[in-house]
């Protein structure tokens, strides 16, 4: 009875430790390639007023440095129910209540997302390039 309970318990760990492990390398591919866009975009030139429905926004180093510090923890793996970075199903679900809307779901918090999603530095044009960022907009790094 005993040796089973410890079997089951390690099996049961074992299957834990893979899903968190499978969380951080996700985590970490995204901010690897966070890190090599900033590096690759220092000669792009920067288009002005960035928009979560307009075809194409600019997102800062510093803007996106804040979506690492901030939203990648549960945009990168859907947690508490998120919609993960690039699923365009989830976003377009989002999208359609209108730009007002999502932001003030932002500023507010929905759900399990916190008032500001955690980054209490951040500003409503920072937000809406977050925002084309994770929907997948074209979107232009300037630092």
């Given at each position: 009875?005993?040796q089973?309970?410890i079997?089951h318990?390690?099996?049961?760990?074992?299957?834990?430790l893979q899903?968190?492990?499978?969380?951080?390398?996700?985590?970490?591919?995204?901010?690897?390639?966070?890190?090599?866009l900033l590096?690759?975009?220092s000669?792009?030139e920067?288009?002005?007023?960035?928009?979560?429905v307009g075809?194409?926004?600019?997102m800062s180093?510093?803007?996106?440095?804040?979506?690492n510090?901030?939203?990648?923890?549960?945009?990168?793996?859907?947690?508490?129910?998120?919609?993960?970075?690039?699923?365009?199903k989830?976003?377009?679900?989002?999208l359609?209540?209108?730009?007002?809307?999502?932001?003030?779901s932002?500023?507010?918090?929905?759900?399990?997302?916190?008032?500001?999603?955690?980054?209490?530095a951040?500003e409503?044009?920072?937000?809406?390039?977050m925002?084309s960022?994770?929907v997948?907009?074209?979107?232009?790094?300037?630092?």
């Amino acid at each position: 009875m005993t040796q089973e309970f410890i079997r089951h318990l390690i099996a049961f760990l074992e299957i834990r430790l893979q899903q968190v492990m499978r969380k951080k390398i996700r985590l970490a591919k995204i901010v690897i390639c966070s890190i090599i866009l900033l590096d690759c975009s220092s000669n792009r030139e920067s288009l002005e007023g960035p928009s979560v429905v307009g075809e194409e926004a600019t997102m800062s180093t510093e803007v996106l440095g804040k979506w690492n510090r901030s939203c990648a923890l549960c945009h990168v793996n859907g947690e508490a129910g998120a919609p993960i970075i690039g699923d365009t199903k989830s976003w377009s679900e989002r999208l359609c209540k209108g730009e007002d809307a999502l932001i003030k779901s932002v500023v507010e918090g929905l759900k399990s997302m916190p008032p500001l999603g955690y980054c209490m530095a951040c500003e409503i044009d920072d937000f809406k390039s977050m925002i084309s960022f994770m929907v997948g907009k074209n979107l232009r790094i300037s630092n």
